[in-house]
């Protein structure tokens, strides 16, 4: 089982939808959670990070759910401007280097 | 300007070449990182260093080295290229203690 497991779509939503990603991960012991989005041949940028009682951030609302060892990444009102790779990334242990990338999520908003 | 820079950004050479990757930070931070990105793999982590005097392997260091110049510096050298090593490459710094990581713009190298 890969250490963080992601849907790689693509998810080809029209303009206005509702999308959802989820990413699970292996490690109980994980310690930090983050959305990172990457555009195509770019660099990866932090969309947000998660904290365990969820957070939002305009449009976009981080979930983690540890009993199940999930989290989630909901953005309403789609617009173009939101198709892009969504890159879960966790933290094995706080502080240290270990930061284990998900392959990502691919996401087409279609005018 | 950014606050990552790396250099080149695009590189093409051939198989049994020494080829360096240069990787400069503004943001002060002292972690520094080297990761390679393929098609269908998430980022892999080569090598990072917590500070100037701290170099440590990451999953897949074989094949690669580094050098951290300064604070703001780390360049990744690959001493004898291969094909298998044509990927992405990011550079990415970290304040120590915090957790989010600040990448460059990548480097694409081909190994022909």
């Known amino acids: 089982r890969k250490e963080v497991e992601q849907d790689p779509g693509p998810f080809n939503v029209p303009e206005g939808a509702t999308v959802a990603f989820n990413c699970t991960y292996s490690?109980?012991?994980?310690?930090?959670f983050f959305w990172y989005r990457q555009d195509c041949r770019k660099e990866p940028k932090l969309l947000m990070s998660?904290?365990?009682s969820g957070n939002e951030d305009g449009r976009f609302t981080a979930q983690l759910n540890r009993a199940s060892q999930y989290i989630s990444l909901l953005i309403r009102d789609s617009k173009l401007s939101d198709s892009a790779t969504y890159l879960c990334?966790?933290?094995?242990?706080?502080?240290?280097?270990?930061?284990?990338f998900g392959t990502g999520t691919r996401l087409k908003v279609l005018a | 300007d950014a606050d990552v820079t790396q250099t080149p950004r695009n590189r093409i050479t051939k198989t049994g070449k020494r080829i360096m990757l240069e990787c400069s930070q503004t943001?002060?931070?002292?972690?520094m990182y080297w990761y390679r990105q393929d098609p269908g793999l998430g980022l892999r982590l080569i090598y990072y260093?917590?500070?100037?005097?701290?170099?440590n392997k990451g999953e897949i260091s074989d094949g690669y080295s580094v050098s951290r110049q300064a604070q703001a510096k780390f360049s990744l050298s690959l001493e004898s290229a291969i094909p298998n090593q044509t990927a992405l490459y990011f550079c990415?710094?970290?304040?120590?203690?915090?957790?989010?990581?600040?990448f460059g713009p990548g480097t694409r190298l081909t190994v022909l």
């Open positions: 998660v904290y365990s």
């Open positions: 490690n109980s012991a994980s310690q930090s």
């Open positions: 990334v966790v933290n094995m242990a706080s502080g240290t280097y270990k930061y284990i």
């Open positions: 260093s917590f500070d100037v005097k701290d170099i």
């Open positions: 990415a710094s970290q304040a120590g203690g915090g957790d989010t990581q600040y």
């Open positions: 943001k002060g931070h002292d972690r």
